[in-house]
């Protein structure tokens, strides 16, 4: 067999290499096993050509099918990102192709539980979904032997996969035409050939045009012959290539087909949606056209502005989790409103009220009712939310408020504003404090105590309020992850209870005037379920889409990082040197580094760690485990835990935490005896004899650990221990930085007792301001420099997945 006895990852590996070399196989999306797509992005990004479940073994190709269709309905990843012209399954021997859009309605069936293991064949979502699609594969799968159809599968990839970009397309339904509105107001109204002053003079809007655009069929052929109320409701309609207007006391001002400046556009712009819309849901937004005014989406953006897609976005969680007829069925407040760009796209405005601080804002939310805005003005008001008595409210609100049933029904949807008091930066805006912004407010004053830090932040002040005096309601709002995770707010999370129902993370620099690398995101809390905070799973996404989930987790005092260490503390032994600690998340890792000099702020901090005989080893696997994970703005906020048990009998990941601190530290001869020196002077030429073989004789076991030393010459080298015995990786790193002593030591008039940093300073110099250089003119230094770094690297990649099997950190 082709692909026998080899592993799921290596098959899915040689499955892209030999038969989709063309296109890119390294994308992921979620838990689904295989992804082509092609290497171009077209105007709208990359259309996904191929979903695939991969097996080892031999497995028919219904079950494979099924476990992928399970896969991709309990995330719905479906609905989160585009999907595929195609879905795939393939095990050693075959692989499978089945149009997606013959499969897709079975992920739209009702009263299916998604919630299974996809990869247990026994349930019985999983025989449902079998005997579901099973007719349908018959006839409609096309099958492929790796070994005798190689000729076949290769036209067939060529001349199907290749070619599918369009084979599939979103859905339209009542809550999604609005945000599709208004990004076709971006990208079609512009190449739309025609006087738009001309028409408005006629009453004929953008929005007739996007109306006339929405009921074609995927021929683009006008699809309303069978329905008569659909056709006597389009001004506009489209045919041949274009536009006429349809208003019988219009055809003849506007006689000619309008035609539009750019056809590509138009046709990449449509192939990501299903037209016409649901049957369902035709009546109702020819009905609702009302929403679709240009005006709508002149919002003033704001130093908070939610970008659109998020706002899409978060309404469409809002709706898995409410319901199709959420608004219908639920009221809505934006307390936090601004000029209301997060209320954009909502249908029932009887159902939403809208307040912000400031009264130009609302002049602007009442200027944009009065062109259109799907809002109503006595909805709209001035309210200081975190210092205003609910008494103000208007009498409506008041009453939901008052009430506890209509209250269960009150989703509190914002975005707050970030400032801080204090000398905290302001996470979102600008980046600046606003002084005393926070600590003047009603609700710190009274809210301080209970809450603690917490009440530094307005964005906490508003989930405090909500918690407080709208019990048992619905919060649905945009924040970063720190009122969750983070250590300050420990008493915060003691008194908010309440249950995730949903949410995302996002980049926070896809926010307006934010330039951080740290994820923001979007929760939905049931605050009539009460419980503690603790893990979650939530979606993740990028500008490009779903990207996978992550689970997030709160940590109480005492579990983290430097717990851990503090049991390794040292006070009376030798100083070898210093480790600098740091803030126990990932965004902290640059404070953390190894001195010979530590500041005198740091000591005065506890941020300085004595590094002795006793502890080098455990110093050397914080400094690793924390260096070695670069910071994203997806890992940006976890933080670094109270391992377990695991690491202490992994003597090579504790010797390879070793090797890379001795070869990524600071340490300098120009504070006193080097001791970090990690070969004798025979093995790089030395000129002369090193002050300290300390670290050599340590590698080979020749030093004796005896706790309470005060010098390393009272330590007995006559017992020998057991020398370190390094991997693979972690020699090679031992290699590379022999020949770079080496070379500093072929040097004349060299400091024989130079650490790295210090030969680092050699090469590279320091500018005129003192600050070491960050490039050498030698070449031959860059060279073994930069082979260092390499293997560093490689050693460092080693190290990471240590760091998530010992729990140092958890994903």
């Known amino acids: 067999m082709k692909y026998n006895k080899i592993r799921e990852e290596e098959l899915k590996n040689k499955v892209g290499a030999d038969w989709f070399r063309q296109f890119d196989t390294t994308e992921i999306i979620g838990n689904i096993d295989f992804t082509v797509f092609p290497y171009q992005d077209n105007l709208f990004g990359r259309t996904p050509l191929l979903w695939a479940e991969a097996k080892t073994g031999n497995f028919d190709v219904a079950t494979m099918f099924v476990q992928l269709i399970l896969t991709i309905g309990k995330a719905r990843t479906f609905d989160k990102t585009i999907p595929p012209a195609f879905l795939g399954a393939f095990d050693f021997k075959k692989i499978a192709f089945v149009p997606y859009i013959n499969v897709q309605d079975i992920f739209y069936i009702n009263d299916f539980n998604w919630n299974v293991t996809p990869s247990n064949h026994e349930t019985k979502e999983f025989q449902l979904i079998k005997q579901r699609i099973e007719a349908t594969l018959k006839k409609n799968t096309y099958v492929y032997d790796f070994e005798n159809d190689e000729k076949e599968l290769l036209a067939f990839i060529k001349n199907n996969v290749a070619k599918a970009t ?32 001309e028409l408005k003079k ?287 707010f420990r008493k915060f999370r003691n008194y908010f209870k309440a249950t995730y129902k949903s949410g995302f993370l996002v980049p926070a620099n896809t926010f307006d005037n934010v330039n951080g690398q740290f994820p923001i995101g979007f929760y939905i809390w049931n605050l009539k ?5 603790e893990s979650f799973k939530i979606d993740v996404y990028n500008l490009n889409g779903y990207i996978g989930e992550k689970l997030i987790h709160t940590h109480i005092k005492g579990t983290f990082l430097i717990d851990w260490l503090r049991s390794y503390y040292d006070k009376s032994g030798y100083s070898l040197g210093f480790l600098r600690v740091n803030g126990p998340d990932v965004q902290n890792n640059l404070g953390v580094f190894i001195t010979s000099n530590p500041t005198e702020n740091d000591i005065k901090k506890h941020f300085i760690y004595n ?25 940006d906020r976890d933080q670094f835990l109270f391992p377990n048990e695991g690491w202490q009998n992994d003597l090579e990941f504790q010797n390879d935490c070793f090797a890379f601190t001795l070869f ?72 590379a930085g022999r020949e770079l002593w080496k070379y500093y030591h072929s040097q004349p008039n060299v400091n024989v007792n130079a650490s790295l940093y210090d030969i680092r300073e050699y090469f590279q110099g320091r500018n005129d301001k003192g600050r070491m250089n960050s490039k050498s003119d030698d070449a031959i230094y860059t060279k073994l420099i930069a082979e260092l770094r390499n293997k560093l690297a490689v050693l460092a990649d080693k190290i990471k997945p240590k760091v998530y099997e010992y729990e140092f950190l958890k994903e």
């Open 166 to 197: 369009t084979a599939n397309k979103l859905k339209i339904d009542k809550n999604n035409f609005i945000p599709i509105y208004l990004r076709w107001l971006e990208t079609i109204k512009p190449i739309i050939d025609v006087n738009w002053d």
């Open 202 to 488: 006629a009453n004929i809007l953008d929005s007739d045009f996007y109306l006339a655009d929405l009921f074609v069929d995927d021929k683009d052929t006008q699809n309303i012959e069978d329905d008569l109320s659909i056709r006597d409701n389009l001004f506009v309609v489209f045919q041949n290539e274009g536009y006429k207007i349809a208003k019988e006391n219009l055809k003849q001002m506007f006689d000619a087909v309008i035609r539009l400046k750019n056809k590509d556009t138009y046709l990449h712009f449509w192939k990501r949606y299903k037209r016409p819309p649901l049957k369902e849901f035709q009546d109702y937004i020819i009905e609702r056209r009302d929403l679709m005014v240009p005006q709508d989406i002149r919002e003033r953006k704001g130093a908070f502005f939610t970008p659109r897609i998020w706002v899409e976005l978060s309404q469409k969680y809002l709706t898995d989790y409410l319901g199709e007829n959420w608004q219908d069925d639920y009221y809505i407040w934006d307390c936090a409103a601004g000029t209301g760009n997060l209320l954009a796209g909502l249908t029932n405005k009887y159902n939403i009220y809208a307040s912000t601080l400031d009264q130009a804002d609302v002049n602007v939310m009442h200027e944009r009712i009065d062109h259109g805005a799907n809002l109503l003005k006595n909805n709209v008001f001035q309210f200081d939310f975190l210092n205003d008595d609910f008494a103000k409210l208007p009498k409506s609100l008041q009453d939901i408020i008052k009430d506890d049933e209509k209250r269960k029904k009150l989703v509190v949807y914002i975005n707050p504003p970030y400032a801080e008091s204090g000398d905290s930066k302001q996470r979102m805006g600008t980046g600046k404090n606003k002084a005393n912004v926070a600590s003047e407010t009603m609700i710190y004053k009274i809210h301080s105590d209970n809450y603690g830090t917490a009440t530094r932040e307005l964005f906490t002040q508003f989930l405090i309020r909500i918690n407080s005096e709208i019990k048992n309601s619905i919060v649905a709002h945009f924040s970063t992850l720190k009122f969750v995770q983070s250590q300050n």
């Open 529 to 533: 379920e009460k419980k503690n905070i």
């Open 611 to 635: 590094i002795t005989l006793m502890n080098i080893i455990q110093m050397s696997i914080y400094h690793s485990v924390r260096i070695s994970t670069k910071a994203t703005w997806l890992n």
């Open 664 to 735: 990524s530290n600071n340490i300098s001869s120009s504070f006193g005896t080097n001791h970090w020196i990690p070969f004798t002077e025979y093995e790089v030429n030395a000129q002369a004899k090193f002050e300290s073989n300390f670290m050599t004789d340590f590698i080979k076991g020749k030093i004796k650990k005896e706790s309470g030393s005060t010098t390393l010459f009272e330590q007995s080298t006559t017992t020998e221990n057991k020398p370190l015995v390094f991997s693979e990786e972690a020699t090679a790193v031992f290699d």
